[in-house]
C-alpha cells in the first residue's frame, strides 16, 4: 500500500505559468520535506514541516512555497517556474525527531516549457 | 548545500560480485539512511543505523553505521541486475529534522 504518494507524477507546465504539486501520506507522521533532485544529483531540501511549523531554507528560492492544511497534506507551490526549475520534486515523511527514518515519495517530474 | 562524501562515484561489476560504498563525513551524525534509487522514481529506504557500530543487514545488503559516527558502510552481496540504480547515503545529527544525502552511487549490473 502507498504510504507517501505524490500527484501528478509528470507535470508539464510552461516558462512563468504558476504550478502545484502534492503530496499525500497515510503514515500520520509529522514531518513533511520537499526536496528538488536534478540529473541524478542528489535531493536538495527546499523546506520541511514539523506540525504546522514551517523551515525553509535559506538557499530556497522565493518562487517556491509550501502549504500543509492538515497532517496528510503538503504541497509545493512554484509561482514562476523557469527553466532551471524542471527537476524532479520528492515529497518525505518522517514520525518525528525521536523515530527519524525518512520515507520518500515516488517523486513528480516537471517540465518547463 | 552540504553534502557527503561518497565513493566510488559509480561501479560497473559482474553479476554475483560483491559491491561496496562508503559514506565519510567532517560531522558526527546519529542517524544514517542507505537508500536506493530507480530511474525516475523516489528512493527507497534499504536499512537505517542508529548507534555507533551497528552492523545490520537486510536480505544480502548489510549496512554499518561507522564507531567514529563519521562514515557509513553499505555492502550487496552476490549482486544481479536489479541492483542496478543509484545508492544514496543520508545523515542526520541530533536536534535537526534534517538530513545531509551523499553524492550518490551509481551501480550497473552486468549480466
Known amino acids: 500500500d502507498a504510504m507517501v504518494i505524490q500527484n501528478p507524477r509528470y507535470q508539464v507546465t510552461q516558462f512563468g505559468k504558476p504550478v502545484t504539486l502534492s503530496c499525500s501520506q497515510t503514515?500520520?507522521?509529522?514531518?513533511m520535506y520537499w526536496y528538488q533532485q536534478k540529473s541524478s544529483q542528489a535531493p536538495k531540501l527546499l523546506f520541511h514541516y514539523y506540525d504546522k511549523d514551517f523551515n525553509n531554507e535559506a538557499d530556497t528560492p522565493d518562487n517556491f512555497q509550501s502549504r500543509r492544511p492538515n497532517t496528510s497534506f503538503c504541497f509545493l507551490d512554484i509561482r514562476s517556474p523557469g527553466l532551471g526549475d524542471a527537476a524532479m520534486y520528492l515529497c518525505?515523511?518522517?514520525?518525528?525527531?525521536?523515530?527519524?527514518?525518512?520515507?520518500f515519495g515516488p517523486g513528480t517530474r516537471l517540465l518547463v516549457l | 548545500g552540504q553534502q557527503l562524501n561518497q565513493s566510488p562515484q559509480s561501479m560497473f561489476i559482474q553479476e554475483g560480485e560483491d559491491v561496496s560504498m562508503n559514506c565519510t563525513s567532517s560531522?558526527?551524525?546519529?542517524?544514517w539512511l542507505w537508500y536506493k534509487q530507480d530511474p525516475g522514481e523516489g528512493p527507497v529506504l534499504l536499512i537505517a543505523?542508529?548507534?555507533?557500530?551497528e552492523l545490520t543487514s537486510n536480505g544480502r545488503l548489510t549496512a554499518q553505521f561507522g564507531i567514529t559516527r563519521k562514515d557509513s558502510f553499505l555492502n550487496i552481496s552476490a549482486s544481479i541486475p536489479s541492483d542496478v540504480g543509484i545508492y544514496f547515503c543520508?545523515?542526520?545529527?541530533?536536534?535537526?529534522?534534517?538530513?545531509?544525502f551523499g553524492t550518490g552511487t551509481r551501480l550497473k549490473v552486468l549480466a
Open positions: 518525505a515523511t518522517s514520525r518525528s525527531p525521536i523515530t527519524e527514518t525518512q520515507y
Open positions: 543505523l542508529y548507534k555507533a557500530g
Open positions: 560531522s558526527i551524525f546519529n542517524t
Open positions: 543520508a545523515g542526520r545529527d541530533s536536534g535537526t529534522y534534517k538530513y545531509i
Open positions: 503514515l500520520n507522521h509529522n514531518v
